[in-house]
């Protein structure tokens, strides 16, 4: 306990001002992001709650070297080793001082911001506070422990930062650079499709480096199966630096390193890390890209060798240990081959297949949607989606062995692509990504599952959300009155409220355009996040005719911030608009939705005209003429027209926008909703007509 509390008083002066600076930054990044300007609506990741985290894990590093620097100096390492303690004793005093220095960092860190959130009000996920402590505690005695066994093995500071290089990263390199071939050579196999093995976020020290090269780890990076596996390298880690550390002479002190083979380990680990980079992007060892890197990794052998051992017969020796790592090098190049093949041969029967389960299509987004998360829950065991599974795969295949796969491909509404997980009746789970020919078809043979009819038709509870909004022109308890209206009457009529599984349009304007028709017709949209235990969710949902008490209670709300002055205001931005004194960065723009027209298959279904004329645009003679004119008969229509809340009927949604570039004035007119006089209706049915056949190109 003396000894620890004496390396705890050593420590200060890399523990103190480590903390302070921590701590001051994530107050102020903090209360930027939860008091200042624009603050946060929604609930933010785990990783970004304290960001500054992320790089003060890495100094476990200065942590171990201040701690164990007598181990660098002859006359300090044989004063410590002659103190009537334990060597076991002087290492778990210094990793214990670390621990708490760390822990204690992380602690304030995040209490900081725990304080913040409550105070400000500002949405998060409750979960991610221990998970976050836990995460950077581990991720920090990681790099603490890799950074001992470096100390341990080493008499220098530079060989003891070659050591821990090798030790933290080294692994994890080669990994990565085996998934990044196989990524990059198997179109279907993405970042989160690699099995747990080539998983480089498994390793949560190192996962934070690959984190800031591929985005899509942000969010995922802190997760309890991670946390709680690297726990295993950091105990082993920790348990060898104590074993290394207790067998040390005290003779290495700055002679590099007591160990002669660790030497040239080091030096050709160091070598493969370079030789590796051939295989990235599938370059050849004889060429001239192959031969330079051949030549760096044998200079980097060959230099850490002599500013470790000075020892030039040493290196002459040890040569054939180089030709040995080429020898790793090509062998691992040919193991990528070998798991790109295995990887495309895996295609398996339906027969072969136990289940198959949806990830959803939003798995690569940070927040994922309400239905995703019921979603990936669901192992779908019918006979025909494993048939449809095994076809549409082996497809893939034979589309990636082709020579033009990367032709163009007709677009198709109906496509999508999916990343899936297949359990074979082996018991093996493999993940892919792959492309659907007709998503209708997919949800079709899905819907053949009750639990998957339950989730795409599910939202979440009311209290898991924490931020709601249709319309930065209402206000929060006007969007909640209008979730809740959307929610009891798609229940009631057993709508399926997320677009993705919906059925696709069939039919198509005279552009050829998918048309929204009858009840699909688009009023509306209500965004909605929260969390359901520690995973965040976010749900776009859109307000369709189909449910009109719905659409009748927006446009209610809507209209009941109609102004008097409206049109009297329109009136006059036109008039200056059609004068001469119009200037280039002066625009008016008349945004118009006519719902409930007929065509003659009888359906119903909503045409849009939007209006716009700038300074600028008046240089046009002919664009303007004809953007002015309609601009004035559109208008002297819409102005009789009186507000309503009849979804039933024909009625039209309209708002203006007046921009003034010199004063930066803006002026965006609420959106409002009217009817027309039956002699009205007809005249802008005729007026869109007419508008059509004008603007034609």
């Not at 630096?241 to 160091?270: D, H, M, N, Q, Y």
């Not at 018991?427 to 339950?454: C, H, P, W, Y």
């Not at 699909?520 to 749900?539: F, L, M, P, S």
């Not at 849009?608 to 229509?637: C, M, P, Q, R």
Request: charged share 20%; with cysteine; proline share 4%.
């Amino acid at each position: 306990m003396k000894m620890y509390k004496e390396t705890l008083r050593k420590l200060i002066p890399i523990g103190v001002p480590l903390a302070l600076i921590t701590f001051i930054y994530t107050v102020i990044t903090s209360g930027q992001n939860y008091f200042g300007t624009y603050v946060i609506s929604t609930s933010q990741t785990a990783i970004r709650l304290a960001p500054v985290l992320v790089y003060y894990t890495l100094s476990g590093i200065l942590f171990a070297y201040y701690g164990f620097s007598y181990l660098f100096r002859r006359a300090a390492s044989d004063l410590y080793h002659s103190l009537p303690i334990s060597r076991f004793d002087l290492y778990l005093s210094t990793t214990l001082a670390t621990a708490t220095w760390m822990g204690g960092t992380i602690l304030l860190n995040l209490l900081a911001v725990l304080g913040l959130l409550l105070i400000s009000g500002c949405p998060f996920v409750p979960a991610y506070i221990p998970m976050a402590m836990l995460f950077f505690f581990v991720a920090s005695m990681l790099v603490y422990a890799a950074a001992a066994v470096g100390c341990a093995l080493s008499g220098t500071l530079l060989t003891a930062l070659a050591s821990t290089g090798i030790v933290l990263f080294v692994p994890r390199f080669i990994q990565f650079i085996v998934a990044r071939g196989v990524v990059a050579r198997v179109p279907i196999v993405g970042w989160l499709d690699l099995p747990a093995l080539l998983d480089p976020a498994s390793n949560i020290a190192t996962g934070m480096v690959v984190m800031q090269s591929r985005q899509v780890f942000v969010s995922r990076i802190i997760n309890m199966p991670n946390t709680l596996y690297s726990m295993l390298p950091m105990l082993v880690l920790l348990v060898l630096g104590a074993w290394l550390f207790i067998r040390r002479p005290s003779e290495t002190a700055e002679k590099g390193t007591g160990r002669k083979v660790w030497i040239i380990a080091t030096a050709s680990l160091l070598a493969l890390a370079a030789l590796l980079l051939i295989t990235v992007d599938n370059h050849r060892l004889l060429s001239m890209y192959g031969v330079a890197l051949v030549a760096i990794a044998f200079l980097v052998f060959v230099v850490y060798q002599f500013i470790a051992s000075r020892n030039i017969k040493q290196i002459l020796f040890s040569t054939p240990w180089f030709l040995l790592t080429c020898a790793v090098a090509f062998g691992l190049s040919l193991g990528i081959d070998a798991t790109v093949e295995n990887i495309l041969g895996k295609t398996p029967a339906p027969t072969e297949i136990a289940s198959v389960q949806f990830r959803g299509h939003d798995e690569k987004m940070d927040n994922l949607e309400y239905t995703t998360m019921l979603l990936q829950e669901i192992d779908f065991t019918s006979d025909s989606m494993k048939k449809y599974v095994s076809e549409t795969l082996a497809d893939a295949m034979d589309r990636i062995k082709e020579k033009d796969f990367y032709a163009f491909d007709v677009y198709s509404q109906y496509q999508t692509i999916e990343p899936i997980a297949i359990t074979l009746t082996s018991g093996e789970t493999i993940k892919r990504t792959i492309e659907f020919k007709n998503v209708m078809e997919l949800n079709a043979l899905r819907e053949e599952d009750s639990f998957f009819q339950a989730a795409i038709r599910a939202f979440p509870t009311l209290d898991s959300i924490q931020y709601i909004n249709s319309d930065i022109l209402l206000t929060k308890e006007e969007s909640l009155s209008l979730l809740t209206s959307f929610i009891s009457e798609s229940q009631k009529n057993g709508l399926v409220p997320n677009s993705y599984y919906r059925p696709r349009s069939q039919y198509l304007d005279d552009r050829g355009y998918a048309l929204e028709v009858n009840g699909d017709q688009t009023v509306g949209r209500i965004n909605v996040a929260g969390y359901v235990a520690d995973k965040r969710i976010y749900e776009y949902y859109t307000l369709r005719m189909e449910t009109p008490e719905t659409a009748s209670l927006m446009m209610r709300t809507y209209n009941a911030y109609i102004k008097e002055d409206m049109f009297d205001r329109l009136a006059q931005a036109l008039k200056h608009m059609a004068s001469p004194l119009a200037i280039e960065r002066e625009s008016l723009s008349v945004n118009l939705d006519f719902y409930n027209l007929t065509n003659q298959r009888g359906d119903r279904y909503t045409q849009s005209v939007n209006l716009y004329i700038s300074g600028y645009t008046k240089h046009d003679e002919a664009y303007a003429g004809i953007y002015l004119t309609y601009l004035e008969k559109f208008v002297e229509i819409i102005k009789r027209g009186t507000p309503t809340d009849n979804a039933d009927g024909m009625f039209v949604r309209f708002d203006w926008f007046e921009y003034d570039g010199t004063s930066r004035r803006q002026e965006h007119e609420p959106a409002c909703y009217l009817a027309f006089s039956q002699e009205d209706e007809q005249a802008l049915q005729a007026l869109i007509i007419e508008w059509q056949t004008a603007t034609m190109i």
